[in-house]
């Protein structure tokens, strides 16, 4: 702790440069010593003159005699005279013995003033204002010691806590350690310095010890001299007092004297009373100033002990600057000796590697020298090559020019090749379809094939049962039908047994349905008595499907395959034809009856407004259609299956195309027609709607028998007007369309009259295909009665087909007996 500043330090000179002015001024101020009296007044110095100080000659005259001890008092008592003039004198307010006590008691003042002065300076010396600083600078000396000491604890600890020295990288440890050494050799210089200072400091608090003792002992003496001065002044007081009792006892000029000595005596009674009055306070000052002295002491003491707290603090931090540079060394020494490890065990390895190396060097020098032909020869490569790179734009720039002449010309080359092949490709096309109408027209526009269902639960058992229809195992145009016990051949363009598949069907017709996408329009019939297959035939079985969706799988492959050539388009309508009555099932109003018009563009076209076209892209969509269709009707009707077998469902699949290479466009329509069943109604009496429901069906198929005969006997008229049926597929049946009725054949012999009569429907229209005379001839008329009139039970005609094959060719194929019925005919 720094002690507090009792006085003002900031302006004190150095202690010794004080001290010498201080003995200056004591000897100035004649405080050496116990002054005596001076000889003269003049003598007395008066070092201060301040204002209000008495200086006069005649004082000081006065003053020498005044000043002596008592024996020259004795001696120089004064006379009558003298004492009278003495007397005048200290009547006088300003008699020359009061200035003198006065001129006393100001001198006293001064000196206690300078004294005090001379205490404070002192004081101000010795009160450690350097010791002080002194004492500041080395606690800041210290305190950045201990701080210094810290931070080489710290490092130690560092350097300590890192791992064992590794490989002298750097040789940081080396660096660190000097850098450490020079800081302990900083350390100990300061410490030096410190001490040296210290001792300074030592030396000066002897001196000024010694000088405080010095200045107590003048101020014992400038009090022993206080004491004395009061002393003679209350003697000299006592002697006045006696003189004015003597004088008292004297006569009247000696009383006028007293009395004026007595006025006089009061007068300096007072003085003296004032002059105690001072005395005393300034005895106070001096006891005041005497307990400065002493906390000057403490102070001095305290500084002391803090001067030895320091020293042993200083004592303390070298024994731990010691410690820390002790053990600074030994970790040098530790570290010195790892740096010395790492250094042998690097030099060891570097020796290994190096024997590698030169190992290494050796084995490269022999690869070199091996080496070095194959350099020569790549060098002589590398050359060859930078010639041919150098010649290599010129190389390549007339390569490029005869591969870009080659490539024009072979251009030139493929457009006319591409011009040929067009106009080859054009003429095959046409040729294409003239071999496809001759092969049409070889094998027929209309073809009539039987497919004979096989026996199911539904037909029940016993006699009613039985099969009555049976197969020429050489002819698959050749049917029997056992028909009350006798037998009835019928020859068809192809007769399908039970064990015939759908896929079996589908493939007789296939041909058909390609020709479609030629642009060609298409009929297929199903025709029958109702159970006898049709719907299978037509529609089929999820499992098994039928000819509606084998035809449209057909088409989206054939569609499929000719894609890099045409774009087609595939759209279907759904369409039921009810007591004539024509009504759209995919429309949103599926009871709406649907009218057939003429194209207003006068084409002679035929068209149904408002009939709903689905474009289909894939099975999913005929799929989706179908559902959407067959709902309609179920929706329509409770007994469906009733209905159905009342009712012709036409399935009507429209193909646009267009060759992209030639723009031409093709238009086919393919109409799958599942008709009503063909069974007659007219001999069981049936009434009401029933029998309206078998007019209009007899009057539609009889209607299609016209159609047909008329279109094969290729009459100027053809009569499609007669039902909702025929005009409706007008443009289908006439001009290059092709027609294929399927006549589905129940086995059972329960049904042999209705078996014979679609046998004998099929047989006719099949026969019609001989030449118009002939067939005209043979034929005649083909009424809309004689669908319903007809009675097969009655009699079993010669198959008219049959009478047109050739002699003895019962067993032939069918196309060689149309070529014989050609010549024949010719
Ligand atoms: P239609 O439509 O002529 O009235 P269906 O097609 O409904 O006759 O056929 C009647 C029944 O005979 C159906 O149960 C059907 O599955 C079955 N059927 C018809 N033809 C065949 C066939 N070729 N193979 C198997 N079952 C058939
Ligand atoms: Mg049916």
Redesign the pocket.
């Known amino acids: 702790m720094v002690p507090s500043r009792p006085w003002n330090l900031g302006a004190t000179p150095s202690l010794r440069a004080l001290w010498r002015v201080g003995r200056a001024r004591e000897r100035e101020l004649g405080m050496a010593r116990p002054a005596p009296a001076p000889a003269s007044p003049a003598a007395r110095p008066f070092p201060h003159t301040g204002p209000g100080r008495l200086r006069t000659g005649r004082g000081r005259d006065t003053l020498v005699g005044v000043d002596e001890d008592s024996s020259t008092r004795v001696a120089a008592r004064p006379g009558l005279a003298q004492c009278r003039a003495l007397s005048v004198e200290w009547a006088d307010p300003g008699s020359p013995r009061k200035l003198y006590l006065t001129v006393q008691v100001e001198n006293l003042k001064e000196k206690l003033i300078s004294q005090t002065q001379e205490v404070s300076r002192l004081q101000s010396e010795l009160g450690g204002t350097d010791l002080e600083k002194h004492r500041d600078l080395l606690m800041v000396e210290n305190e950045r010691l201990k701080q210094e000491l810290r931070r080489c604890e710290a490092e130690l600890q560092e350097l300590r806590t890192q791992p064992p020295a590794a490989p002298c990288l750097g040789c940081e440890h080396v660096q660190e350690s000097t850098q450490l050494r020079d800081k302990v050799s900083q350390l100990q210089l300061e410490v030096a310095e410190n001490k040296g200072m210290l001792s300074e400091l030592n030396l000066e608090v002897q001196q000024k010890t010694d000088r405080l003792a010095e200045v107590e002992l003048r101020l014992k003496d400038c009090l022993a001299e206080k004491a004395q001065e009061e002393e003679r002044l209350s003697r000299r007081l006592r002697n006045s007092h006696e003189t004015i009792a003597s004088l008292r006892a004297q006569s009247p000029p000696v009383k006028y004297v007293i009395k004026t000595v007595e006025v006089d005596s009061s007068k300096t009674k007072q003085a003296l009373n004032e002059s105690q009055a001072r005395n005393q306070h300034l005895q106070e000052q001096v006891a005041m100033q005497r307990q400065v002295l002493k906390e000057m002491e403490q102070q001095l003491e305290s500084s002391n002990q803090l001067t030895s707290q320091l020293r042993s603090q200083i004592s303390m931090y070298e024994a731990e600057l010691e410690r820390a540079h002790g053990q600074m060394l030994e970790e040098m020494q530790s570290m010195e000796e790892d740096k010395n490890r790492a250094i042998e065990e690097a030099f060891a390895r570097a020796q290994v590697e190096m024997k590698a190396v030169h190992e290494n060097l050796a084995g490269v020098r022999t690869n070199l020298l091996t080496l070095q032909p194959a350099l020569r020869t790549l060098t002589s490569d590398y050359n060859g090559l930078k010639r041919q790179v150098r010649s290599f734009p010129l190389l390549l720039q007339e390569a490029l020019q005869s591969v870009k002449a080659e490539i024009g010309q072979a251009i030139e080359e493929v457009n006319t090749n591409n011009q040929e092949l067009l106009r080859k490709y054009r003429r095959e096309l046409q040729l294409r379809k003239k071999c496809h109408n001759e092969l049409v027209r070889l094998k027929g526009n209309i073809r009539v094939i039987a497919?004979?269902?096989?026996i199911?639960k539904?037909d029940g058992e016993g006699p009613e049962a039985a099969n009555v229809v049976t197969f020429d195992p050489d002819d698959d145009a050749i049917i029997y039908l056992l028909h009350k016990g006798k037998p009835v051949s019928f020859e068809l363009d192809k007769v399908?047994s039970?064990l015939?598949?759908?896929q079996d069907?589908f493939q007789e017709v296939q041909a058909l349905i390609t020709s479609c996408i030629d642009g060609f329009n298409v009929c297929i019939f199903?025709y029958?008595?109702?159970?006898?297959?049709?719907?299978?035939?037509?529609?089929g079985?999820l499992e098994?499907p039928g000819i509606n969706q084998q035809a449209l799988q057909l088409l989206f492959s054939e569609v499929q395959e000719k894609a890099s050539d045409w774009e087609y388009t595939i759209t279907v309508s759904v369409t039921e034809i009810y007591n004539e009555v024509l009504r759209d099932l995919l429309g949103t109003e599926p009871q709406e009856k649907l009218e057939i018009r003429l194209c207003p563009d006068g084409s002679g076209q035929l068209y149904v407004p408002g009939l709903t076209e689905f474009r289909v892209q894939s099975v999913d969509d005929i799929n989706k259609v179908f559902e959407f269709g067959h709902n309609n009707r179920t929706t329509e009707f409770t007994n469906m299956?009733e209905h159905?077998?009342r009712s012709h469902a036409l399935l009507i699949v429209t193909v646009r195309g267009r060759d992209c290479s030639t723009g031409l466009r093709t238009t086919g329509k393919l109409n799958l027609v599942?008709l009503a069943?063909s069974e007659r109604v007219g001999k069981s009496g049936a009434e009401g709607s029933r029998l309206r429901e078998a007019q209009h069906i007899n009057k539609s198929l009889s209607a299609l028998g016209d159609v047909i005969a008329a279109l094969r006997s290729r009459q100027g008229h053809v009569p499609f007007r007669n039902s909702k049926l025929t005009y409706l597929l007008q443009d289908s049946l006439s001009g290059d369309s092709k027609t294929l009725m399927v006549v589905?054949v129940s086995p059972v012999e329960k049904n042999s009259s209705e078996t014979l009569y679609s046998l004998r429907f099929a047989e006719r229209v099949r026969s019609v295909e001989l030449g118009p005379g002939s067939r005209r001839t043979e034929l005649g008329s083909w009424s809309s009665q004689e669908h319903l009139e007809l009675e097969p039970a009655c009699q079993i005609p010669q198959p008219t087909a049959r009478a047109h094959s050739a002699p003895g060719s019962g067993t032939s194929s069918r196309p060689g007996s149309i070529r014989r019925k050609l010549q024949s005919s010719a």
């Open positions: 497919r004979v269902r096989p199911t539904e399908f039970p015939a598949s759908q069907v199903a029958g008595q109702t159970g006898a297959g049709k719907t299978y035939t037509m529609e079985t098994n299956n159905s077998s599942d069943g589905q």
